[in-house]
């Protein structure tokens, strides 16, 4: 066994010093090239010209942003709710087409979200001149996030149709546990699959966003601030998880790995 470990050991270091070297070259010649953009005063040329595309899109970004990815949301609910209602109660090719229409809803009304924070994020950084002022863009936030919450709600009504062994509402604080104990073996098992590649997916991101920052910062003086706020939530990820993997290694004597 030791043997084969070092083997596999001798096998990948090769490859992963490549990688370093690579990944500190480029962020050698990106630093370089920050601190010159920094030194010509560049940066802040562009910073302003983001900013002022910023103030003068971010009175539509919610409205057209809430039409655009609600409506898509709105529009794969009643293709899944057009095959329910014509299901027969036996093709499971068709329902199955209807549950993922609804994953796919359910995505749109996601991406409506994050659109939804960060127009008003633009709206407290950049103060731009929104219709009624800020009272009226904190009020299309605030609608906006309303037409999300009834939306997914009656996806989740829709999904506790087909599926009336599904528990939970999403009014309750309480939803996504009790919709994971009423899902069946693998159903959760897919879940932990998807939320595995979604954790390794959030860790690689705060990677990149750190090596970032770290060059941004010489072009644009980002401070300390947004580089801690990154490690906070990669600190989050990885805690969590080793937590959660040493827990549930003592309930089953079996572990679930902390890479």
């Given at each position: 066994?030791?043997?084969?470990?070092?083997?596999?050991?001798?096998k990948?270091?090769?490859?992963?010093?490549?990688?370093l070297?690579i990944?500190?070259?480029?962020?050698?010649?990106?630093?370089?090239g920050?601190?010159?953009?920094?030194?010509?005063?560049?940066?802040?040329?562009?910073?302003?010209?983001?900013?002022?595309?910023?103030?003068?899109?971010?009175?539509?970004?919610?409205?057209?942003?809430?039409?655009?990815?609600?409506?898509?949301?709105?529009?794969?609910?009643?293709?899944?709710?057009?095959i329910y209602?014509?299901?027969?109660?036996?093709?499971?090719?068709?329902?199955?087409?209807?549950?993922?229409?609804?994953?796919?809803?359910?995505?749109?009304?996601?991406?409506?979200?994050?659109w939804?924070?960060?127009?008003?994020?633009?709206?407290?950084?950049?103060?731009?001149?929104?219709?009624?002022?800020?009272?009226?863009?904190?009020?299309?936030?605030?609608?906006?996030?309303?037409?999300?919450?009834?939306?997914?709600?009656?996806?989740?009504?829709?999904?506790?149709?087909?599926?009336?062994?599904?528990?939970?509402?999403?009014?309750?604080?309480?939803?996504?546990?009790?919709?994971?104990?009423?899902?069946?073996?693998?159903?959760?098992?897919?879940?932990?699959?998807?939320?595995f590649?979604?954790?390794?997916a959030a860790?690689n991101?705060?990677?990149?966003?750190?090596?970032?920052?770290?060059?941004?910062?010489?072009?644009?003086?980002?401070?300390?601030?947004?580089?801690?706020?990154?490690?906070?939530?990669?600190?989050?990820?990885?805690?969590?998880?080793?937590?959660?993997?040493?827990?549930?290694?003592?309930?089953?004597?079996?572990?679930?790995?902390?890479?």
């Open positions: 066994m030791k043997t084969k470990q070092k083997s596999d050991n001798r990948a270091l090769p490859k992963y010093i490549l990688m070297l990944a500190a070259l480029f962020g050698g010649l990106a630093g370089f920050a601190g010159i953009m920094g030194a010509v005063n560049l940066s802040g040329s562009i910073k302003a010209a983001v900013e002022d595309v910023l103030t003068a899109a971010a009175p539509w970004g919610i409205p057209v942003t809430s039409v655009v990815f609600l409506g898509l949301g709105w529009w794969f609910y009643a293709k899944a709710r057009r209602q014509t299901w027969d109660g036996e093709d499971e090719e068709r329902i199955e087409k209807a549950e993922e229409d609804l994953s796919w809803a359910l995505l749109m009304s996601a991406v409506a979200m994050l939804d924070f960060f127009f008003v994020s633009v709206l407290v950084v950049c103060e731009g001149n929104w219709p009624m002022g800020r009272l009226g863009g904190w009020g299309m936030f605030f609608v906006s996030i309303a037409a999300i919450v009834v939306h997914q709600q009656k996806v989740v009504d829709l999904t506790r149709r087909i599926n009336p062994e599904k528990q939970g509402s999403v009014y309750d604080t309480k939803f996504l546990k009790k919709w994971m104990d009423s899902c069946d073996e693998s159903e959760q098992r897919q879940m932990g699959q998807a939320a590649k979604a954790y390794r860790v991101t705060c990677l990149w966003m750190w090596a970032a920052l770290i060059v941004l910062h010489y072009a644009f003086d980002t401070g300390l601030l947004p580089i801690v706020m990154v490690l906070v939530i990669f600190g989050v990820l990885q805690i969590v998880y080793t937590l959660e993997c040493i827990r549930l290694s003592r309930s089953s004597q079996t572990g679930c790995g902390s890479l």
